[in-house]
């Protein structure tokens, strides 16, 4: 039996920074979707300069979060515990973060996005902005863009969603240090 989600474009545009296009697939009985995001064509120092908080880490654990809406929309979250290794941009005392990242699985609902997926000990660069619904959610910091604002180290390179260039970690890190 297939299902017809419907999410409200302004719960949406209230939730993430940026959105293209959801797909959505409701066979096999588990509802499923795509998200396309964007930064709106920020650079990674315009995106930077304009978040909250921009650190080095390492993902502790992760989990789901579902939450149903109005009209029985659902909203996945993934949730990361994350180990603050560096602050590269803003301020911050707290040696862990939690970030909740739009998308995930669980069990019953898959919202897949663009942005890199996130495991445990996986060494991170993410760009974020302190959330307003820490309470709702679970997170006290989001990611400021749905595709820009993760960075996974591999192999000495910074990996990301939206670039196929190679992009040296360390030199990313050091460049985002450098932004006033």
């Known amino acids: 039996m297939n299902k017809k989600i419907v999410i409200p474009i302004a719960v949406l545009a209230i939730i993430l920074p940026a959105i293209g296009i959801m797909s959505i697939d409701t066979s096999n009985d588990v509802i499923s979707g795509h998200i396309i995001g ?6 990674i120092p315009e995106l930077v300069s304009s978040s909250d908080l921009t650190i080095e880490g390492t993902i502790l654990k992760t989990s789901t979060v579902t ?3 109005e009209g029985d929309s659902p909203m996945v979250f993934t949730i990361a515990k994350v ?3 560096e602050v590269l941009y803003g301020d911050l005392t ?3 973060i939690t970030v909740q990242m ?4 669980d069990g019953k609902y898959e919202i897949t996005t663009d942005r890199l ?4 000990n996986d060494q991170v660069i993410m ?4 959330d307003t619904n820490a309470d709702y959610l679970g997170g006290n910091y989001g990611l400021a863009s749905m595709t820009d604002a993760i960075y996974k ?3 000495g390179n910074a990996k990301s969603s939206n670039t196929s260039k190679s992009i040296p970690y360390d030199d990313l890190k050091e460049a985002i240090k450098r932004i006033q």
């Open 127 to 130: 760009i974020l902005f302190k």
């Open 83 to 85: 180990r603050v290794n």
């Open 102 to 105: 739009f998308g995930g699985i």
């Open 67 to 69: 939450k149903i809406l």
């Open 38 to 43: 964007s930064s709106a064509g920020l650079t």
């Open 153 to 155: 180290q591999d192999n």
């Open 117 to 120: 997926s996130v495991a445990e």
């Open 94 to 96: 707290e040696k862990t």
